[in-house]
T-cell receptor, first 114, second 113 residues
Framework: AQSVTQLDSQVPVFEEAPVELRCNYS??????LFWYVQYPNQGLQLLLK??????LVESINGFEAEFNKSQTSFHLRKPSVHISDSAEYFC????????????FGQGTRLTINP | NAGVTQTPKFRVLKTGQSMTLLCAQD?????MYWYRQDPGMGLRLIHY???????AKGEVPDGYNVSRLKKQNFLLGLESAAPSQTSVYFC????????????FGPGTRLTVL
């Protein structure tokens, strides 16, 4: 079984400041790692994912996440945030076989202040 | 393409009433999932399906039943609603393959009084 812990339930930052959203996971098998974003009153959308290879993955809107196997972490970062990045962010893992069911963390609400 | 749609968007039930939530996808996806989202708990998997005519239990299946008679539809039923089932319900689907993205519907907000 897998579990995911997002270490911060809320992260307030000022516009154009850097941000890091922390995610740790535990699993007895190899997993895929994901970050999903949820804007107010909407469903979740995939932000980025890690399958294998380079430990740094990037999204099209400037976010990046680094897979650290030894620390079992997959932290999400952005060097300069915008008001439009205000949303809830979910880290998730799935096993690599079968139905690849997602196990989500509790979510981190990112609030951008002008 | 509409993607993943959910019906209804909102519903208020009294304890003991029953209802069915409908999820439909037009992407010909094999896998479909039902989640519930509660504050501070993220999303938890209720039931899922790996193809037409198949269903399986997720993390929190008690009090819910599902059916997938057609590939494009996945129904979630509450036979006797309880206040603990007050939540936002999301359906998702994905195609076969490794680490493919799950596409989510807009959600159904259910309140059980």
């Amino acid at each position: 079984a897998q579990s995911v812990t997002q270490l911060d339930s809320q992260v307030p930052v000022f516009e154009e400041a850097p941000v890091e959203l922390r995610c740790n996971y535990s699993s007895s098998v190899s997993v895929y790692l994901f970050w999903y974003v949820q804007y107010p009153n909407q469903g979740l959308q995939l932000l980025l994912k890690y399958l294998s290879g380079s430990t740094l993955v990037e999204s099209i809107n400037g976010f990046e996440a680094e897979f650290n196997k030894s620390q079992t972490s997959f932290h999400l970062r952005k060097p300069s945030v915008h008001i439009s990045d205000s949303a809830e962010y979910f880290c998730a893992v799935s096993d690599q076989q079968g139905a690849q069911k997602l196990v989500f963390g509790q979510g981190t609400r990112l609030t951008i202040n002008p | 393409n509409a993607g993943v749609t959910q019906t209804p968007k909102f519903r208020v039930l009294k304890t003991g009433q029953s209802m069915t939530l409908l999820c439909a996808q037009d992407m010909n996806h094999e896998y479909m999932y039902w989640y519930r989202q509660d504050p501070g708990m993220g999303l938890r998997l209720i039931h899922y399906s790996v193809g037409e005519g198949t269903t399986a239990k997720g993390e929190v299946p008690d009090g819910y039943n599902v059916s997938r008679l057609k590939k494009q539809n996945f129904l979630l039923g509450l036979e006797s609603a309880a206040p603990s089932q007050t939540s936002v319900y999301f359906c998702a689907s994905r195609t076969w393959g490794y680490a493919n993205e799950q596409f989510f519907g807009p959600g159904t907000r259910l309140t059980v009084l």
